[in-house]
């Protein structure tokens, strides 16, 4: 078992900044892939960006390419995730979730690939 636990939502107007944390807990051995989610409401859940916890390779999704930078610290088992130049179209509630499953290094942004998830954090961009 893994648990996550995400901070540091909140409400910020258009092109501020926020940074997302997400502390692991329990079995984080089986946490090769760490990434953050976000779900809109009456949208489908998307990746945003995930990070491999062995080798730190790192995915995005191309609509927060150059101002999300997702990062890890292994010694506190923590996964962050910096936003910057927010827009309204970011808002959504933020997940962290782990999984087991990479492909070449790489972790995808697939949402069932990911068995662990937080309980979520809100993140509210006003224009």
């Known amino acids: 078992q893994v648990q996550l636990v995400e901070s540091g939502g909140g409400s910020v107007q258009a092109g501020g900044s926020l940074r997302l944390s997400c502390a692991a807990s329990?079995?984080?051995?089986?946490?090769?892939?760490l990434g953050w989610f976000r779900q809109a409401p009456g949208k489908e859940r998307e990746g945003v960006a995930t990070?491999?916890?062995?080798?730190?390779?790192?995915v995005y999704a191309d609509s927060v390419k150059g101002r999300f930078t997702i990062s890890q610290d292994n010694v506190r088992n923590t996964v962050y995730l910096q936003m910057n130049s927010l827009r309204p179209e970011d808002t959504a509630m933020y997940y962290c979730?782990?999984?087991?499953?990479?492909?070449?290094?790489?972790?995808?942004?697939?949402?069932?690939?990911?068995?662990?998830w937080g309980q979520g954090t809100q993140v509210t961009v006003s224009s």
């Open positions: 979730a782990s999984g087991p499953w990479s492909i070449g290094g790489y972790c995808d942004r697939d949402k069932n690939r990911y068995n662990y």
């Open positions: 329990g079995f984080t051995r089986s946490m090769y892939c």
């Open positions: 990070i491999h916890t062995i080798g730190g390779r790192t």
